[in-house]
């Protein structure tokens, strides 16, 4: 009788210890992972997922709130820290974040999405080096990694390995059809290759399924150009400026709106657009050399003068507007103004200047 009691009492208070731990009341404990080791992140995943939503929005004062308590109650949480480190990194405490990555994997050493923020940290950095080895890591633990094949293909891309650049992006896109980044990329790579359709084919996919990437609009815009297609051209970009804000921002569509414009001989509305360009890509030769060229068939000579010989201090390393480029602008504008002897010396210049001709065909 005593027996069967003591076993009843036993009993119920293991289920009253249950239910007490799984409400929250009391933590759990001695839960272990697949590997039989305590896991000290049983039970987080709901706080987990409610500070990375927080942090995908931009709240980062959310994500803190969140995650500290949890840093203080599971130190020995491998992804807290791993989330906590995304956080530090998207305020710019660069030291911090890797520190904090580097315990993250320590801890917790087979969880792939580490490795691929880590990576993606690195890559952001311009520790590329360091970024391939985490993210071939994070595939060698998750091979079917969309994220991970995307990154991996943007810095097979920066090696110059086209190919295999393009075989991890399509893979990407395989696993994951709904997904626009590897479209986006894939785009990018075909549109550094010249090969067009192509790139106009993976542009158009892209916008089709994240409509709020200005980005998208302007490479597309970009490539119906070169195709001819100038009507659809003009119609991308005009969608593209409708969508051009939030964290996509793409600084240069005005640019390259306003320069089809240009090229279309609608000047006033091009100028809106270049004029805005300025503004935002202050420190980019481009913009300069465009709205001078534009000054200049306005017949403003004065405001030419200046865009040019602003181009002309500004450093072009990609060689997309070269040297040659502006002496010739400034040389016409100056024959303009009567300063002819400047017009000559300028001239001379553009006769001379070097042409970066392997520099230019990478662009």
Not at 43 to 56: F, I, R
Not at 208 to 235: C, H
Not at 348 to 360: C, M, V
Request: charged share 25%; proline share 4%; aromatic share 10%.
């Amino acid at each position: 009788m005593i027996g069967s009691l003591t076993k009843r009492v036993t009993f119920g208070l293991a289920l009253a210890l249950f239910a007490w731990a799984h409400s929250g009341l009391i933590e759990p404990v001695a839960y272990t992972d697949q590997k039989g080791k305590p896991d000290a992140c049983f039970g987080l995943e709901k706080q987990l997922s409610s500070a990375e939503q927080a942090l995908t929005r931009g709240d980062v004062d959310q994500a803190d709130r969140l995650l500290l308590p949890l840093q203080s109650s599971r130190p020995e949480c491998g992804q807290v820290l791993a989330v906590l480190a995304r956080l530090r990194a998207s305020q710019k405490n660069v030291n911090e974040a890797e520190q904090l990555f580097l315990r993250a994997i320590a801890l917790s050493p087979d969880d792939p999405d580490t490795y691929f923020y880590f990576s993606q940290f690195s890559f952001d950095q311009g520790v590329y080096l360091r970024a391939y080895d985490l993210v071939d890591k994070a595939l060698s633990l998750k091979s079917e990694y969309p994220e991970a094949l995307i990154l991996k293909g943007q810095m097979l891309a920066m090696r110059g390995e086209p190919v295999a650049a393009r075989k991890s992006l399509e893979e990407a896109c395989r696993i994951a059809p709904n997904n626009a980044e590897p479209h986006f990329q894939l785009g990018i790579l075909f549109d550094n290759s010249k090969l067009n359709r192509e790139a106009v084919e993976q542009f158009r996919i892209s916008v089709a399924l994240r409509p709020s990437d200005p980005r998208a609009y302007d490479y597309l815009g970009l490539n119906l150009e070169v195709l001819g297609e100038t009507r659809e051209a003009a119609t991308t970009y005009k969608r593209g400026l409708l969508v051009n804000k939030g964290p996509l921002f793409d600084y240069f569509l005005d640019y390259n709106y306003g320069r089809f414009l240009l090229k279309g001989r609608r000047l006033q509305e091009s100028k809106v657009h270049l004029d805005r360009a300025v503004s935002l890509a202050p420190e980019t030769r481009a913009v300069y050399y465009e709205r001078g060229k534009l000054n200049l068939i306005l017949g403003d000579y004065q405001q030419a003068r200046r865009d040019a010989e602003q181009a002309a201090k500004l450093q072009d390393p990609s060689g997309f507007v070269l040297d040659l480029q502006v002496y010739y602008l400034l040389s016409t504008i100056y024959s303009h103004l009567g300063e002819h002897e400047l017009a000559r010396q300028y001239a001379e210049l553009s006769k001379t200047a070097r042409i970066p001709i392997q520099d230019r065909a990478r662009n």
